[in-house]
C-alpha cells in the first residue's frame, strides 16, 4: 500500500481495496482527497528543526529475534513481506503495543537514490518499512481508522564496499519474483538480521504523518532510524530487476517528499543524555584529581 513508480512510463499506485489506478503521485488528490492532506508523508527531515524530545526512549523488540517462515511477493510495486503478529513495538514514545504486519521497500534505479524519506535534502539507495499496527486491532483496515493505529519503522541504506550476508535470503529470492504476483518461500530468517543491531536503534526521528500511497490515511506514527544499512551495490541493483505490471523495470518506487505544513518533527535524546552525563563525570573527576 505504500509503494509506486513514478518516473517509468505507467505508474501503479495500490489502494487499500486492492485495486490499481493508473495515476503520478501529483494527481493523487483527484483519486482520494486524503492525498492532499496536511499530514502526508514521506517528508524532508531538517536536522537543526528538530526537537529533542525525552520521552523517545530506547524502543523494546519482542520477537525482532525470533526466526520465522514467510513468502516474498512481488506485489506490483514492491518485493513485500508479511510477517507473524507475535513481532511486536513498544516503548519509544509509543502510546501502546504495536504487532508486526509486513515489510515492504523502496528503491531508485540500480542503486541510485531512491528512499522516500530525506535527511538535509540527501535521498538514500533504499528504504525499508516494517508496518505495524495497535495490538487491539486485527486488521490494517480498522487500525487505519485510529489517528495513531499504526506505527512504520524506516531504514535507510547506504552503499557498502563489502556484501551484507544477512541480506543472502532476500536477495537470492528476488531472482524468484521478477514478474508481478510472483512469490516464493523464504528461508527462516528473523526482523533483527535486516535491520542495525538494537544499541544503534537509540536515535530516530519521529513524526505524525500518512501512507505514502493512496488512500494516504493520516493514520501513522512515524520512526526514522538515523543508522542505515549496509548493502552491496549489487545487493541494491537486485531489486531493480523485479518487474512492474507492464513487464517494464521496477524502479522509483518511491513518492517524492510532501510538505510539513508547521508538523514538528521530534528526535530522541538519550543517547545525547547519556553523552553528555559522561562527559559531565569526567569533567568532575579531573576536577577533583587536579585539586
Known amino acids: 500500500w505504500s509503494t509506486v513508480n513514478h518516473q517509468g512510463s505507467s505508474p501503479v499506485v495500490l489502494h487499500a481495496c486492492g485495486q490499481f489506478s493508473l495515476l ?8 482520494n482527497q486524503a492525498c492532499a492532506g496536511q499530514k502526508q508523508s514521506p517528508i524532508n527531515i531538517i536536522t537543526r528543526k528538530t526537537l529533542k524530545d525525552g520521552h523517545l526512549t ?21 518485493a513485500q513481506v508479511g510477517l507473524p503478529h507475535v513481532c511486536t513495538i513498544s516503548n519509544g514514545g509509543l502510546p501502546t503495543n504495536y504487532k508486526a504486519v509486513q515489510f515492504h521497500l523502496h528503491w531508485g534505479t540500480d542503486g541510485g537514490p531512491g528512499s522516500e524519506h530525506t535527511i538535509d535534502g540527501e535521498q538514500y539507495p533504499m528504504e525499508l518499512h516494517i508496518v505495524h499496527m495497535k495490538s ?8 487505519l481508522g485510529d489517528p495513531e493505529g499504526v506505527a512504520v519503522l524506516g531504514f535507510f541504506y547506504e552503499i557498502s564496499s563489502s556484501l551484507n550476508r544477512k541480506y543472502d535470503p532476500i ?29 544503534n536503534l537509540t536515535s530516530y526521528y519521529r ?41 517494464k523495470q ?30 559531565l563525570l569526567a569533567t568532575i573527576f579531573s576536577i577533583l584529581n587536579v585539586s
Open 24 to 31: 503520478i503521485p501529483e494527481k493523487w488528490n483527484h483519486a
Open 58 to 78: 530506547p524502543f523494546k523488540f519482542h520477537g525482532y529475534q525470533d526466526t520465522f517462515k514467510s513468502t516474498i511477493k512481488n506485489n506490483g510495486h514492491s
Open 136 to 143: 487491539i486491532y486485527n486488521d490494517l483496515t480498522a487500525a
Open 171 to 199: 536477495i537470492n529470492a528476488l531472482q524468484s519474483i521478477h514478474a508481478t504476483n510472483g512469490n516464493t518461500s523464504l528461508p527462516p530468517i528473523s526482523l533483527a538480521q535486516l535491520i542495525p543491531s538494537e544499541k
Open 207 to 247: 513524526y505524525k504523518g500518512s501512507l505514502t500511497t493512496p488512500p494516504c490515511a493520516e493514520s501513522v506514527i512515524w520512526t526514522v532510524f538515523k543508522k542505515p544499512i549496509p548493502l552491496s551495490m549489487n545487493q541494491l541493483k537486485a531489486f531493480s530487476q523485479l518487474q512492474f505490471r507492464d513487464g
Open 250 to 279: 521496477m524502479k522509483g518506487t518511491f513518492r517524492p517528499v510532501q510538505p510539513l505544513n508547521g508538523r514538528q518533527v521530534f528526535r530522541s535524546g538519550s543517547a545525547v543524555i547519556l553523552s553528555n552525563s559522561a562527559l
